[in-house]
């Protein structure tokens, strides 16, 4: 019974730790960064000024709302459907615009977390209140699939953050698919995908002096040590950062100092590290027009406009299907 309990995987997390730390090269998913912890540092890294996603995309929507909310307004109406909202700061630019200018529409964010639901619910409301705003607990794709069944007015789905540069080409097609299956021809997807630059800015980016990244990276051992019953000593592992110019990836490692063994004890697994063998934990995928078109082509979107900010670093796309 006891082996039954302990290999029985108890999640997708604890059967991915074990698939990702017992092949070689060793890998585990930037997915599961982001505990209470982990939403915490994410919190600290978008207000690094090296970090120079978020007030590019900070730029770009204040300066630009005016024309990005003309290409969401529709005769009857629209939901604004945001995947991953977090603490809303960026959208709430859109929100105050577009009550200003007496859009109708309904703000439905979706979460996994209720938590954050919660709170980005009372923010909204204290802020904007004028804002109908309606969250959403699920899945993406679950939730998105249930709104466009019961709701047939313009959807405009919004992603901010260029949360798709986690994923590899394959599945960042993947989602885009997933999302398309969910539009109708009235509807539109507004997306941020952060674009290559000078690889000196980029890596500045992920390797900040503070150590912020560096725990936040690190996160991931200590949720294991704290979820799956794991001795990790997260000081013999560094962060290492790496961006290839060619293909437009920045790829984040924990490397191991020395040899180590790891016990992950709800896992009955024993991890042996040889010294300086590498954990890859996330890519951070950095685009072109050449790429996002490619990338729309294959999931069955169009672009039908872009914005960029001044240092033209990042853009958010347009897209119908
Ligand atoms: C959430 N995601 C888009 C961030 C990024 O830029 O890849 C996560 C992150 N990783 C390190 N710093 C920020």
């Known amino acids: 019974m006891k082996t039954e309990t302990k290999t029985a995987y108890t999640s997708s997390f604890h059967r991915e730790v074990t698939e990702g730390l017992t092949t070689f090269p060793k890998y585990l998913s930037s997915k599961y960064f982001y505990d209470k912890a982990g939403d915490k540092l994410f919190q600290d890294i978008m207000?690094?000024?090296s970090y120079y996603l978020t007030d590019c995309e900070f730029e770009i929507l204040e300066t630009q709302k005016?024309?990005?909310?003309?290409?969401?307004?529709?005769?009857?109406?629209?939901?604004?459907?945001?995947?991953g909202a977090g603490d809303g700061k960026k959208t709430k630019i859109?929100?105050?615009h577009l009550i200003e200018t007496e859009c109708d529409f309904v703000y439905l964010p979706i979460d996994i977390s209720q938590n954050v639901l919660d709170g980005l619910e009372r923010s909204v409301n204290d802020e904007i209140p004028r804002v109908t705003i309606k969250?959403?607990?699920?899945?993406?794709?679950?939730?998105?699939?249930?709104?466009?069944?019961?709701?047939?007015?313009?959807?405009?789905?919004?992603?901010l953050g260029s949360n798709i540069g986690n994923l590899l080409h394959p599945q960042?097609?993947?989602?885009?698919?997933?999302?398309?299956?969910?539009?109708?021809?009235?509807?539109?997807?507004f997306m941020g995908f952060d674009q290559k630059k000078n690889p000196q800015t980029i890596f500045d980016a992920y390797n900040d002096?503070?150590?912020?990244?560096a725990a936040f990276n690190k996160n991931i051992l200590h949720r294991i040590n704290r979820e799956m019953d794991a001795d990790f000593n997260v000081d013999h592992f560094k962060h290492w950062e790496v961006y290839d110019p060619e293909t437009g990836t920045a790829k984040s490692f924990l490397v191991?100092?020395?040899?180590?063994?790891v016990a992950i004890n709800d896992l009955d697994l024993s991890i042996n590290f040889a010294p300086w063998e590498s954990i890859h934990t996330e890519i951070s995928q950095k685009y072109d027009d050449d790429i996002v078109s490619w990338l729309a082509e294959e999931?069955?979107?169009?672009?039908?406009?872009?914005?960029t900010d001044s240092k033209k670093y990042y853009k958010n796309y347009l897209f119908k299907k």
């Open 256 to 261: 191991s100092t020395q040899a180590q063994t």
């Open 135 to 159: 969250p959403q607990q699920g899945t993406y794709f679950e939730v998105l699939s249930e709104v466009a069944s019961y709701n047939s007015r313009k959807k405009v789905i919004m992603v």
């Open 299 to 307: 999931s069955g979107l169009e672009i039908v406009n872009q914005f």
């Open 94 to 96: 859109l929100l105050k």
């Open 47 to 49: 207000a690094m000024p």
């Open 209 to 213: 002096e503070t150590g912020i990244t």
């Open 172 to 189: 960042a097609i993947d989602f885009l698919r997933n999302i398309k299956d969910a539009m109708s021809n009235k509807d539109m997807l």
């Open 66 to 83: 005016e024309n990005i909310s003309q290409s969401f307004a529709s005769d009857d109406g629209f939901d604004l459907i945001e995947l």
